[in-house]
Every structure is written in structure tokens, then in C-alpha cells.
């Protein structure tokens, strides 16, 4: 069965760092582009990152850009996200998700073109 599970999320003081990883079973890992979503209490699920199939092209939140870098391993099947300068308001549940190649009708940006999800992992900023 498809299976992704993040890992890494924890507590971290405003301006530290803190890298997730998501590691993919059970699917062709490099037939997919790899998103990083977040979701907070009381707030709709937001776009956080992107990676394309071979990490060729990337795409970020406004709110992360340059703060933010996603990558992937596809040797390992692992995507991974590099939080930096972290700010309160990063905090949320982090979600990885697969989107399958070659889709054209729903953007990338978009939680409903992904296929699988995997359980989120937690990342709390103090301030």
C-alpha cells in the first residue's frame, strides 16, 4: 500500500531551523512530484512547497520564499524540507503529499491534485 511518513517536526524557538523528511513506500517515488502542505487550528490547508520529479523545479508559498527550500532524494525515496528563520506563525501540522506526473487540469498549488497523504508531522515555533 502507498505510504508516506514524515518525520522531524518538533519545538523550536523563533529564528532556528528544523528539517522534515518524508520518506515514500509502496509507489513509483520519482513518477511524482512532492508537495509540502501545512494546515494550523482554525485555518484551511496551505501550500507550502513543491518539488518536481527529478528536483529540477521548485515552487513556494509566498510566505516561505527564501526561508524555505525543498529537495529530494529519489535514490532513497525521500523529499525533504529545510525550515529556517522560523516564525511563530510557521507553526501547524506539516503534511507531505505525492501528486502524480503529467496531470494539466489542477495546479500543483492545489491540495486536490495530490493522491496520497501521508499523517503529518508537528512543528510548533515559540516566540
Known amino acids: 500500500q502507498e505510504q508516506l511518513v514524515e518525520s522531524g517536526g518538533g519545538l523550536v524557538q523563533a529564528g532556528g531551523s528544523l528539517r522534515l523528511t518524508c520518506a515514500a513506500s509502496?509507489?513509483?517515488?520519482?513518477?511524482?512530484?512532492m508537495g509540502w502542505f501545512r494546515r494550523s487550528p482554525g485555518m484551511e490547508r496551505e501550500f507550502v512547497a513543491v518539488?518536481?520529479?527529478?528536483?529540477?523545479?521548485?515552487d513556494y508559498a509566498d510566505s516561505v520564499k527564501g526561508r524555505f527550500t525543498i529537495s529530494r532524494d529519489n535514490a532513497k525515496n525521500t523529499v525533504f524540507l529545510q525550515m529556517d528563520s522560523l516564525r511563530p506563525e510557521d507553526t501547524a501540522m506539516y503534511y507531505c503529499?505525492?501528486?502524480?506526473?503529467?496531470?494539466?487540469?489542477?495546479?500543483?498549488?492545489?491540495?486536490?491534485?495530490?493522491?496520497?497523504w501521508g499523517q503529518g508531522t508537528q512543528v510548533t515555533v515559540s516566540s
Open positions: 518539488v518536481n520529479w527529478d528536483g529540477d523545479t521548485t
Open positions: 503529499a505525492a501528486r502524480r506526473r503529467f496531470k494539466i487540469n489542477i495546479s500543483w498549488f492545489e491540495g486536490e491534485s495530490y493522491d496520497y
Open positions: 509502496g509507489l513509483s517515488f520519482s513518477a511524482y512530484s
